[in-house]
């Protein structure tokens, strides 16, 4: 099986955490890969599921060998060895009063900061207009994080996340707030901090604001890329999935991309677009092939059903379906020469939540 298959398999299927590998657990809610595991496989870092309902019958998993490496195992026959990314030693630190660091940014992948400015989001709480895939308060009541993070915390963070782990690239999501910027603002404060600290690239995630001369102020606070992720297309499944966001229509969304490119630069703006939710093959593959038309780079990921969500037992997709799925976006974003490495900053340079990355040459 090659590489591409088998990182496409393992995000779908998920991960079984054997017995005797120790510092092998994951993480658990809030935003972004959450249930997840960071491994490497020949090289390469992936985010891969280890919570979910697939994942406890996945034919794959992760075992210490008699000599203490770690193997990957299907159905009991070892694959390939695996590597697990080092804690990294910012995690030791806290700040004067006392928060630990990791409550305030955590590793994603090998060499990615990444933190939610704003754990809480005006969404969230009621069920009308909550998205049905999304954890964000769930480690903010476990107490794995705090509700909002300062630029100063952020700013001591980073530069000791780039001082003693190398850090090349972060970003800074955020919760919907009750403000017509959708966190624009904020992520925006946040960036002149830490910039001010520390040389590091910052990717902000946001709803589309409702006015795009937020954009330019975000560019000249220090931000290098832009993320506004639809998560789904059709609108009956937008709807469906995520009634609140859905109010906000694909008109905006599709306007704000425009806008946002012409200030951030073709490439450097970014969407997540989930399969799995409902989208067809089709709607995904047009949708991607719109996008990059435009200059933004279409994150397709495979959904991973979170604990505790509504959609905590909806099916993930198949690995034959994200295969077809990412042999099309990749071959597009070839042709435009479009790749995720040369993005600044962000979740599609990352790219360890999907496979997409591998089939784009």
Known sequence: MNKQRLITELQSQGLRLGEATPGAAGRRGGAGPSDHRAITIDGTTVMVPVYTDSAAHSPYTLRATATGLLSLEASGEAITPIDLPNPPQFYGLSTADGIPYWKIALLHGRDVLATTVQQTCRRYRDPATACQFCAIEKSLDAGRTIARK??????????AAVRLDGVTHMIMTTGTPHTSDRGAAYL?????AIRQRVNLPIQAQCEPPDDFAWFSRMRAA???????????????????????KAEVPLTVYFAAFEAAVKVFGWGQVSTYLLAGLGDSLETLVDASDRLISMGVYPFVVPFVPIGETPLAHHPA???????????????MLKRSGMASAAMKAGCAKCGACSALSTFEG
């Open 317 to 331: 997709p198949s690995s034959d379906f994200m295969v077809t799925l990412y042999q099309q976006v990749g071959a």
């Open 188 to 192: 925006a404060e946040c960036a002149a």
């Open 150 to 159: 300062t630029p100063e915390q952020l700013a001591e963070v980073a530069a």
């Open 222 to 244: 220090g931000i290098d890329s832009l993320g506004m992720h639809l998560e789904a297309v059709d609108p009956a499944v937008r709807a469906r999935i995520m009634p609140g």
